[in-house]
């Protein structure tokens, strides 16, 4: 049996320790260092797709979906400017998301977790905007060999 999914692991919660953490921390970290110093912004926000619904992890709101792009709107953005702002980024997902147990696992994410970073960088009197997407799928134990019907 495996734990909570790992994705967004970050104990301990000390900078020495990130070669324990899970993709997600580590990644945001990485591009959080590397525009330490300069005039950029990174942003996060948090969603999950649990039962056809959008909500937004940090507030608990069902989020609408433009039907057009399938993208969620009226989300919080919530700036990124220390370590333990990453951190408590990824303890909301850990701690918020869907989980159920299954004979396989016992605490299954049963949810989609999205995660969109956002860079907004200056450039001269423009500003640039880039995004990048994290999706961790929901655990997909095999039904017939667990007998779960999740």
């Not at 580590?26 to 619904?53: H, P």
């Not at 909500?55 to 069902?62: E, F, N, Q, V």
């Not at 500003?127 to 799928?137: A, G, P």
């Amino acid at each position: 049996m495996t734990g909570p999914p790992n994705s967004f692991k970050t104990d301990p919660e000390t900078e020495e320790a990130q070669e324990h953490y899970g993709l997600f921390p580590r990644t945001v970290i990485d591009v959080w260092k590397k525009i330490q110093g300069t005039e950029a912004c990174l942003t996060i926000s948090l969603f999950e797709d649990y039962c056809a619904q959008v909500k937004d992890m940090s507030t608990g709101r069902t989020l609408k979906v433009d039907p057009g792009t399938n993208e969620p709107y009226g989300y919080v953005e919530h700036k990124l400017t220390t370590f333990s702002d990453i951190i408590a980024a990824a303890r909301i997902v850990e701690t918020k998301r869907a989980l159920a147990e299954t004979k396989m696992n016992a605490a299954s994410s049963r949810s989609h977790a999205m995660m969109r970073i956002t860079l907004y960088k200056k450039d001269g009197d423009k500003t640039r905007v880039s995004f990048f997407q994290f999706i961790d799928l929901a655990g997909s134990e095999r039904l017939g060999k667990n007998g779960d019907n999740l």
